[in-house]
T-cell receptor, first 110, second 113 residues
Framework: SQQGEEDPQALSIQEGENATMNCSYK?????LQWYRQNSGRGLVHLIL?????REKHSGRLRVTLDTSKKSSSLLITASRAADTASYFC??????????FGKGNQVVVIP | EAQVTQNPRYLITVTGKKLTVTCSQN?????MSWYRQDPGLGLRQIYY???????DKGDVPEGYKVSRKEKRNFPLILESPSPNQTSLYFC????????????FGPGTRLLVL
């Protein structure tokens, strides 16, 4: 079944460094979304990138989409302690459903 | 303030005692859904609703019921809770469907003894 899968699963970096995480999916999509979740709280939408877009920016976030490889990456530049969270990609699963990956835990060390 | 609210936020119950988790959104969204989040399994969709009186099963609907009598409310009902339904539950809504930005509630942490 189609589902976003993030890689790597866990990442620990120093404040100021960049963090990159990847997401792969299995079937064709119209768009892919990235969300952030702070510990035990609701998910917050970060970026939606459409299938005809290759790159999208939002502040310190940069998302790329490679439909030929069925993969997306999320780059957080100049990380801050407040970026410590889990990051999820979400893709369509057909039948009006959305599938989330298992999440990528990022720890930014001050 | 645009938001999705869930109640209760925390709940401890016993096996077999029916419970309802409420979800309400004030954004006039048509699409609403319920997810459960478990360690190592990520978020899994339980049920979703495209509009009033239209509901469909997600990936893990067993043991759950939902209703959509009004646009703003989408309660999750556990008729006979079991310990394997201990989880963190999230309600989400979007303007028209799964392909749009999802707005999540704060979550309901449920423990079934």
């Amino acid at each position: 079944s189609q589902q976003g899968e993030e890689d790597p699963q866990a990442l620990s970096i120093q404040e100021g460094e960049n963090a990159t995480m990847n997401c792969s999916y299995k079937t064709s999509i119209n768009n892919l979304q990235w969300y952030r979740q702070n510990s035990g709280r609701g998910l917050v939408h970060l970026i939606l990138i459409r299938s005809n877009e290759r790159e999208k920016h939002s502040g310190r976030l940069r998302v790329t989409l490679d439909t030929s490889k069925k993969s997306s990456s999320l780059l957080i530049t100049a990380s801050r302690a407040a970026d410590t969270a889990s990051y999820f990609c979400a893709t369509e699963k057909g039948n009006n459903r959305l599938a989330f990956g298992k999440g990528n835990q990022v720890v930014v060390i001050p | 303030e645009a938001q999705v609210t869930q109640n209760p936020r925390y709940l401890i119950t016993v096996t077999g005692k029916k419970l309802t988790v409420t979800c309400s959104q004030n954004m006039n969204h048509e699409y609403m859904s319920w997810y459960r989040q478990d360690p190592g399994l990520g978020l899994r969709q339980i049920y979703y609703s495209m509009n009033v009186e239209v509901t469909d099963k997600g990936d893990v609907p067993e043991g759950y019921k939902v209703s959509r009598k009004e646009k703003r409310n989408f309660p999750l009902i556990l008729e006979s809770p079991s310990p394997n339904q201990t989880s963190l539950y999230f309600c989400a809504s979007s303007r028209q469907g799964h392909q749009e930005t999802q707005y999540f509630g704060p979550g309901t942490r449920l423990l079934v003894l």
